[in-house]
């Protein structure tokens, strides 16, 4: 049966109709007093716990902000991006609010510039509608034309968290729970090329932008929002990305020179700098030196991410089918 507010859209809400509106999912002791209903969001730190945001003429009641997890920093808070509740449905929400953030990185001799772009993420969001490897969402102006994206919200883990957990050891994980996790990952590489023959990039490809579905169980692109200036090639940083992420699931994790330095430093010694991420410099790309079973086809794709590589990947396709060639080889 349709809830009562379903189809409540409009401009303006009376604290009293957003209060009776909260009463459909919140306990009446969680229902504040007084609402701040807001309708621009161009100062997104002012947006806080129990406001009211307005957007397309649907009241949004604000959470606590999301939290930025790379590089395993859990606990940085990213204040223009908040959990919400759609008042008219209860529906869980994340609204990314407008944050202009601009830097510059090098990779293998490339210069990237990088820029948030909503618009960027705005368009994204139009194109991947519907398809099951991608965040769900759409975007809106408020009242000062800040482009807003409302997203979906997806319970769930990222893929690090559930790779790690997968076998005690190595040996194990290889061959008795990467194969499945590699089709999963060249079903995601199917998705960013998708995006690459469609003129768009990802442009902040990482493992925690990978969200498995708990309720739908599979894995999803998460977070659009960067672009960045090329050179050569508008993909390749997309590229590398894949990469990183390939990387850490051959490796289940990481392995860095600290690691090996630490418990195997006989192994330390066989590695040199050929051998470690192109990106991450402290990060080993080919695998194989340390893990011997992997597979020829597994670690000629993984040398292409490292220091010695002599020519990169040039686009999503040629990668692909190197995954495909790879994957004969584990089933």
């Not at 769900?136 to 790690?164: A, C, H, L, M, W």
Request: with cysteine; proline share 3%.
């Amino acid at each position: 049966m349709a809830n009562k507010h379903d189809n409540i859209r409009k401009e303006e809400y009376t604290e009293e109709e957003l209060r009776g509106m909260m009463l459909s999912w919140l306990p009446p002791s969680r229902v504040p007093e007084s609402v701040r209903i807001i309708t621009d969001t161009s100062n997104f730190h002012m947006v806080d716990f129990d406001d009211v945001v307005i957007l397309g003429g649907r009241p949004y009641l604000i959470r606590h902000c999301e939290r930025e997890g790379r590089f395993t920093i859990d606990e940085q808070p990213k204040f223009w991006v908040k959990r919400a509740i759609d008042l008219t449905d209860g529906s869980k929400k994340v609204i990314k609010m407008v944050f202009h953030e601009k830097f510059t990185t090098s990779v293998g001799g490339l210069t990237f510039k990088f820029f948030r772009s909503p618009k960027k993420e705005a368009r994204i969001l139009d194109l991947v509608r519907g398809h099951p490897k991608f965040m769900q969402g759409f975007s809106v102006k408020d009242t000062e034309g800040n482009i807003v994206r409302i997203i979906d919200y997806i319970p769930g883990s990222t893929i690090d968290n559930r790779i790690e957990a997968q076998a005690k050891g190595h040996k194990e994980y290889y061959y008795n729970h990467f194969p499945d996790i590699f089709s999963e990952f060249i079903s995601l590489v199917e998705a960013i090329k998708f995006l690459h023959d469609n003129g768009e990039k990802h442009g902040d490809i990482r493992r925690d932008h990978i969200i498995y579905g708990s309720s739908e169980g599979m894995y999803r692109w998460i977070d659009f929002d960067y672009n960045y200036w090329h050179q050569e090639n508008m993909f390749s940083y997309d590229i590398f990305g894949l990469g990183n992420v390939l990387i850490y699931l051959a490796g289940q994790g990481n392995v860095t020179a600290w690691h090996l330095k630490e418990n195997a430093p006989s192994v330390l010694e066989k590695i040199g700098q050929d051998d470690m991420n192109i990106v991450f410099r402290h990060r080993v790309a080919n695998l194989q030196k340390i893990y011997p079973y992997i597979s020829d086809q597994l670690a000629f794709v993984l040398k292409h991410f490292s220091g010695g590589v002599d020519t990169f990947y040039s686009d999503t396709g040629e990668f692909l089918d190197n995954l495909y060639e790879t994957q004969k080889d584990l089933i």
